[in-house]
């Protein structure tokens, strides 16, 4: 057997919505730090449809004050390996 990290999404966007609202910061906010048209991205992070790119990661990670770590949600799986 080997376990397999996989991201759980839904659960990283409530994480980022928990951490940006601890953060007082608005979805207005972090689309102007990320200089975005609309806020849609940051909606699709917030609803587990979408991940944000590494060099976004990193930089919300900074915005939030946080561990990309404390962001982003690892869950593992067993994967079982066929023998040969």
């Given at each position: 057997?080997?376990?397999?990290?996989?991201?759980?999404?839904?659960?990283?966007?409530r994480?980022?919505?928990?951490?940006?609202?601890?953060?007082?910061?608005?979805?207005?906010?972090?689309?102007?730090?990320?200089?975005?048209?609309?806020?849609?991205?940051?909606?699709?992070?917030q609803?587990?449809?979408?991940?944000?790119?590494?060099?976004?990661?990193?930089?919300?990670?900074?915005?939030?004050?946080?561990?990309?770590?404390?962001?982003?949600i690892?869950?593992?799986?067993?994967?079982?390996?066929?023998?040969?």
């Amino acid at each position: 057997m080997m376990a397999i990290p996989s991201i759980d999404m839904e659960a990283t966007g409530r994480n980022i919505t928990r951490l940006r609202q601890q953060a007082g910061l608005t979805v207005r906010d972090l689309q102007e730090i990320f200089g975005f048209t609309t806020p849609q991205a940051i909606y699709k992070w917030q609803h587990g449809t979408a991940m944000p790119a590494i060099d976004n990661l990193v930089v919300l990670a900074a915005v939030l004050n946080v561990s990309i770590n404390e962001i982003v949600i690892v869950e593992t799986r067993e994967l079982v390996l066929a023998s040969a």
